[in-house]
C-alpha cells in the first residue's frame, strides 16, 4: 500500500504499515482521498531532526482526524466535533530510521491530522508520544533532503513555502466509513482563503537575490562569492587560518620603484603623513638586489589612507611609483589545523616572529622548541655519525678514485683524437703542395 505526496520540491512515495499501525494508516489514507492535505505548507522544518505539516492553517494548532471531518460535515457545528482521536496504548515500531513518516501528538496523547517525516537517525525522544505508520521510499530522499537544506527562522518555518501541491493514493485496502463519499471532491480544490493567508513566499515564486541592483552591484557581488569561496578553499587546504581573516589596513604596497631606491628613502618619503611602524624594500636572496618593491607600515589606518591617495604615481628616483593597500595576511599569528598532524598531536608547531627585521618582514620558521626542531636534530647528527663511519669514508675515496680515472682516461682520447686529426691535416697539405 502506498500514497505519493506531489510537493513543491518534488514527489514523495509513502509505504504505509496497515498491519502494525492500521488506525493511523486508516486516518491518512482517508485524509489523502478528501484532498485535505492539499496546500498544506511544511511549518516546521528542524534540521536533521523532522519536517513537520499536515495543518491547514500552518500555525501547528490546527488539523483534524477524518471522522472529525465526518461528525463536522453531519453535524454542521464546529465546537462539537471529534477533532481528535486517541493514540494507540502501544506502537512497536520506533523512530530509528532516517525518512519514516509518523502521526504527531496533540500534547493530549491524541492524534489528528499532522504528521512528520524524520530526517535523522535514532531519534528515541520521539518514541512513545508520537506513532510511526509508513516510511519513505528511498527514491524521494533526494526530496527529504532539500526539505532539510531549507532556510528556516527561528521557529522551524521556511522563508519560502513547501507545500503538498496534491495527494495520489496509488493502494487503498481499507472500506470508507459511512459519510466519507460526500466529503471526496469531483477534483483537487482551490486553496482556501485561509490557506491563502499562510503564504510567506509562494512556493513557486522565482527568487532573484539581484533584483534592483546595477550591472556593476552584481558584478562586485559575484567577485565577493569568488573571493569567499577562493578563501574557503585556503582554509580547508590549511593555507590560512581563518577563510574571514582580512589583510591589514595600514599597511601599503609600493611598487615600480627604482632599484637605487633604499628603505630609508622610502620611509623618509613617506614618514610626512604619519608615524611609520616599519618599512622595507623586499631583496633578492641571492643577490641582495632591491626587487623593486616594498610595504610600509603605519601606526594608524588614517594616515595609510592619507598617504594611498596622494603618493599613487609619484615621481621618485625618476621612477612613478604605484601605491595599493597590502593584501598579504602572512603576518597573522596562527598554527596549521591539527588534520595536517599525526595522532592529534602538532609535529611541527609553527611560529610567527612578531619582532621586525631592519630589512625586512620576517617569514614563518619552525619553533626552535618544538618537536619537529628536535627530530630534524637528531637527524642531522644521526647523518653526522653515519658520514664519520671509516668504512663508508673508504667507500667515497674509492669513489673519488675511479671517478678521477674516469676523466683522466676521457683525456686522453680526447688528445688521441687531437693529434689524429692534425696529422690528416698536414697529409692533406702536403698533397695539395705536391699536386702544384
Not at 37 to 43: G, S
Not at 326 to 341: D, E, I, L, T
Request: contains cysteine; charged residues 40%; aromatic residues 8%.
Amino acid at each position: 500500500m502506498a500514497v505519493l505526496l506531489e510537493t513543491s520540491l518534488g514527489d514523495i512515495a509513502i509505504d504505509l504499515y496497515p498491519d502494525e499501525a492500521p488506525k493511523e494508516c486508516l486516518n491518512f489514507i482517508k485524509l489523502c482521498k478528501i484532498k485535505y492535505y492539499n496546500y498544506c505548507a511544511f511549518h516546521r522544518v528542524l534540521k536533521n531532526f523532522i519536517a513537520q505539516t499536515g495543518d491547514p492553517t500552518a500555525t501547528g494548532r490546527g488539523g483534524e482526524s477524518v471522522w472529525g471531518k465526518i461528525d463536522q460535515f453531519k453535524s454542521k457545528n464546529k465546537e462539537n466535533t471529534l477533532r481528535y482521536y486517541p493514540k494507540p496504548e502501544t506502537n512497536r515500531l520506533k523512530h530509528k530510521k532516517y525518512g519514516l513518516i509518523s502521526m504527531t501528538n496533540n500534547g493530549g496523547d491524541m492524534h489528528g491530522s499532522q504528521f512528520f517525516l524524520t530526517l535523522g537517525e535514532n531519534l528515541d525522544s520521539l518514541d512513545g508520544r508520537h506513532s510511526v505508520f509508513g516510511e519513505i521510499a528511498e527514491e524521494s530522499y533526494d526530496v527529504l533532503r532539500s526539505i532539510n537544506d531549507a532556510y528556516c527562522d527561528d521557529n522551524g518555518r521556511p522563508y519560502q513555502d513547501i507545500r503538498i501541491r496534491h495527494t495520489i493514493i496509488l493502494d487503498d485496502p481499507f472500506e470508507d466509513m459511512p459519510g466519507l463519499d460526500r466529503l471526496i471532491p469531483e477534483k483537487s480544490p482551490e486553496p482556501t482563503e485561509e490557506q491563502l493567508k499562510t503564504v510567506r513566499i509562494a512556493d513557486d515564486e522565482a527568487l532573484n537575490d539581484n533584483e534592483g541592483m546595477t550591472v556593476e552591484e552584481v558584478e562586485q557581488l559575484q567577485r565577493q562569492k569568488v573571493a569567499k569561496a577562493q578563501a574557503t578553499i585556503l582554509e580547508m587546504v590549511g593555507d590560512i587560518a581563518d577563510a574571514d581573516m582580512a589583510p591589514p589596513e595600514n599597511v601599503l604596497f609600493v611598487c615600480q620603484l627604482n632599484a637605487i631606491t633604499t628603505a630609508e628613502d622610502l620611509e623618509l618619503i613617506f614618514s610626512r603623513f604619519g608615524k611609520i611602524v616599519s618599512c622595507h624594500i623586499v631583496l633578492d636572496w641571492k643577490t641582495q638586489d632591491s626587487l623593486q618593491y616594498g610595504f610600509v607600515e603605519f601606526e594608524n589606518t588614517k594616515d595609510a589612507e592619507e598617504a594611498y591617495f596622494k603618493m599613487d604615481n609619484v615621481l621618485i628616483d625618476d621612477r612613478r611609483i604605484h601605491v595599493n593597500f597590502c593584501q598579504s595576511v602572512s603576518k597573522a599569528n596562527y598554527f596549521f589545523p591539527k588534520r595536517y598532524s599525526k595522532g592529534g598531536k602538532e609535529t611541527d608547531k609553527l611560529e610567527l616572529k612578531d619582532k621586525k627585521k631592519k630589512d625586512g618582514y620576517e617569514m614563518v620558521f619552525d619553533d626552535d622548541n618544538g618537536p619537529g626542531y628536535k627530530a630534524k636534530q637528531r637527524s642531522r647528527d644521526e647523518f653526522r655519525r653515519r658520514s664519520r663511519s671509516p668504512r663508508r669514508d673508504r667507500d667515497r675515496r674509492d669513489d673519488r678514485d675511479r671517478h678521477r680515472d674516469r676523466e683522466r682516461s676521457r683525456d686522453k682520447g680526447r688528445e688521441r683524437h687531437r693529434d689524429r686529426d692534425r696529422r690528416d691535416k698536414d697529409r692533406s697539405r702536403d698533397r695539395d703542395r705536391d699536386r702544384r
